[in-house]
């Protein structure tokens, strides 16, 4: 079993910043791509930023030029530093990670509990 365990949420002014982590603990051989979800209030789930072992990053046009998404891979870790938040951004954000927990198995994702964003003055 997988668990992802995120960190760094909490309530911010419009124009300040935060950084969200998600460390990745459990039975893990390797980890595939990893990323970071988000869902507002009455929306759907949407995509925020995606990195993969490489380090090839993906981003929403909505955070292009504010947020930045990272990993160490040594501490099976995602981060997503988020620069002048706005209120449209407030949401539960979710980590994601695709995992191989053994050589012979297959792939599958695994997810976080969330980590409350919310900005507001």
């Known amino acids: 079993q997988v668990q992802l365990v995120e960190s760094g949420g909490g309530l911010v002014q419009p124009g300040g910043s935060l950084r969200l982590s998600c460390a990745a603990s459990?039975?893990?051989?390797?980890?595939?791509?990893m990323g970071w979800y988000r869902r507002a209030p009455g929306k759907e789930r949407e995509l925020v930023a995606t990195?993969?072992?490489?380090?090839?990053?993906n981003y929403a046009d909505s955070v292009k030029g504010r947020f930045t998404i990272s990993r160490d891979n040594a501490k099976n870790t995602v981060y997503l530093e988020m620069i002048s938040l706005k209120p449209e951004d407030t949401a539960v954000y979710y980590c994601?990670?695709?995992?191989?927990?053994?050589?012979?198995?297959?792939?599958?994702?695994?997810w976080g509990q969330g980590t409350q964003v919310a900005v507001s003055t």
């Open positions: 990195i993969t072992t490489g380090d090839s990053t």
């Open positions: 459990g039975s893990i051989f390797s980890i595939n791509h």
């Open positions: 994601n990670a695709n995992v191989r927990s053994v050589y012979f198995s297959p792939r599958r994702d695994y």
